[in-house]
């Protein structure tokens, strides 16, 4: 079944398709969302408004295809403004992740990623997050960014030279 007939059922009372449409979801929201945020319980939150907002906005949604980004950008506006109220990410942060999830490769390896983030610009880096880590098209980031297609590829590519540039004489 797809995003717009799950939609039309929930708009109609439909539980069970809004259960559904969480199942399919969440788990990329909830790491979407974790890519913006230190402490995983935070994500977790931003992930749980981003469908309560989701559920509210049903009647005001226009289907046509286009509800995997219509969802992105939702949890985009949220982890934008909590965003402005925290930093990006701290040294101490990475700390807590390792003391709750007791797996010090994975933090490492987080850390990594978000060294490399760090070198970017927002934009870049929320491209290059939409576009690697949730697998978004082209056309899906920039309806999420408010920007022309060209412009998100564009993003990412320069995203991707400043990375190699910044940091492929370390590998």
């Known amino acids: 079944m797809s995003d717009d007939e799950l939609i039309e059922k929930i708009k109609g ?79 101490e942060d990475a700390e807590t992740i390792a003391g709750e999830q007791n797996d010090i490769a994975q933090v490492e390896q987080r850390e990594e990623i978000r060294r490399l983030l760090s070198v970017l610009s927002e934009e870049q880096r929320e491209a290059v997050i939409l576009r690697f880590g949730q697998e978004l098209g082209f056309s899906e980031i920039a309806k999420v960014m408010g920007c022309s297609m060209r412009t998100a590829q564009s993003r990412v590519r320069n995203a991707l030279r400043l990375m190699k540039k910044e940091f492929g004489d370390e590998k």
């Open 13 to 91: 009372g439909d539980e069970a398709a809004a259960k559904e449409l969480i199942d399919r979801y969440y788990a990329a929201i909830l790491r979407y969302c974790g890519w913006h945020c230190a402490v995983p319980d935070q994500a977790e939150d931003l992930a749980q408004e981003t469908f309560f907002k989701l559920f509210r906005s049903l009647p005001r949604y226009k289907g046509r295809k286009k509800f995997r980004a219509y969802l992105y950008t939702i949890a985009n506006r949220l982890c934008i403004d909590e965003s402005r109220k925290k930093p990006f990410y701290s040294l």
